[in-house]
């Protein structure tokens, strides 16, 4: 298999919204997309479980996650960094 066949991952930009969990936070991503009929913006927010290792990110901190393989059932995501 060669270098251009492999999938890319995503890399997504967001918040920090939960630290309850032991190696696991919350993080809340938006989108600001355009309404195809009435042509307002406004913003689309999901949440992704991310794998914080070391327990290290903090509700309110900015940080930049990429898509792994399943690390659970609903953790799909790991933290690069702040």
Do not use: Q
Not at 42 to 67: L, Q, S
């Amino acid at each position: 298999m060669t270098i251009e066949n492999k999938k890319s991952k995503k890399i997504l930009i967001g918040k920090v919204v939960s630290d309850a969990m032991d190696k696991t936070i919350v993080v809340e991503v938006g989108r600001f997309v355009k309404h195809p009929k009435y042509k307002k913006f406004y913003t689309i927010n999901k949440k992704y479980h991310a794998h914080d290792e070391e327990n290290r990110y903090r509700i309110g901190d900015k940080v930049e996650i990429i898509e792994t393989k399943p690390i659970s059932k609903k953790k799909s995501f790991k933290v690069i960094y702040k």
